[in-house]
């Protein structure tokens, strides 16, 4: 398989998903997302945990992008965060990046 | 070979003891064979029933949440309370993206996720009383140890 290349801005996730933690990183990648001029990539590399709190923020981001016509991706997914993507539909709208 | 275990914790029902209560729950289900991933399931559903008690049970008034849990060979059972304003339709409020909260915020995917990382989940709910979710998981028992362990006996 083919190494895609994209050019947006990649901001590193770190710790747990959580309602507890959502506020904070939700006001973070709107700075992010304020900033960025050819959409998103979230590493996933550090994300501990994600439960469905995780799922809401990234429809929010996701949704927030389309409105200004840009993109959100996602990589280095682990397994457990993978599984929360694949039951929720996320990767509908959220490509993988390999 | 497992004896059989219980405990029970009771907290606040705020944000920070979400963290806490799946970290519990993770340290005693430990004792059985699991393996990583059903750590996160476990710590995932558990999580997802604490939250949903500090989001949605306690609305005017502060409220405890009470966490259960209890072994019995190799089936790990939670419980998680509250004492807070119920559901009236549990049916409808299991339904995958049924949210009464903030859409922004809320996914209404909770009850799927504990859905999907236990074997049973059981809700029994009384509007103004409060609500109870019985999370499930039968943790496979590795079979070399257990062939092991006959062999010895
Ligand atoms: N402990 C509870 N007390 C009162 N209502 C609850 C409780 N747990 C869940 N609910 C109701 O069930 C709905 C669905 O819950 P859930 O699937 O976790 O989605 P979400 O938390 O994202 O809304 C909630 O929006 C709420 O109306
Ligand atoms: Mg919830």
Avoid: W
Wanted: with cysteine; charged share 25%; net charge neutral.
């Amino acid at each position: 398989m083919q190494k895609t290349t994209v050019r947006a801005l990649c901001v590193e996730l770190e710790g747990e998903l959580d309602h507890h933690n959502a506020e904070t990183i939700r006001r973070q990648l709107d700075r992010a997302i304020m900033r960025c001029r050819n959409g998103l990539i979230l590493d996933f590399s550090h994300v501990t945990l994600m439960d469905s709190s995780g799922i809401g923020l990234l429809i929010g981001r996701y949704k927030k992008l389309k409105e200004k016509g840009m993109p959100l991706y996602v990589k280095n997914v682990n397994s457990h965060v993978d599984k929360i993507f694949r039951m929720s539909g996320l990767y509908n709208i959220i490509e993988k990046l390999l | 070979m497992n004896t059989d275990n219980y405990m029970e914790l009771i907290f606040p029902a705020t944000s920070q003891n979400e963290a806490f209560a799946r970290v519990c729950a993770a340290a005693f289900a430990a004792r059985l064979d699991c393996t990583m991933e059903d750590i996160s399931d476990i710590k995932t559903a558990v999580s997802e029933a604490v939250t949903n008690a500090v989001v949605h049970a306690y609305t005017h008034q502060k409220g405890k949440v009470i966490l259960r849990g209890e072994i019995s060979k190799n089936t790990v059972t939670f419980e998680i309370q509250d004492f807070g304003k119920g559901i009236e339709d549990i049916q409808q409020a299991m339904q995958p993206f049924y949210s009464t909260g903030n859409s922004e915020e809320r996914s209404g995917m909770g009850f799927t996720v504990m859905q999907s990382f236990m074997d049973r989940v059981v809700v029994r709910s009384q509007p103004g009383h409060g609500t109870t979710v019985r999370l499930e998981k039968t943790i496979p028992v590795n079979s070399m140890e257990a062939a092991a362990n006959v062999a010895l006996s």
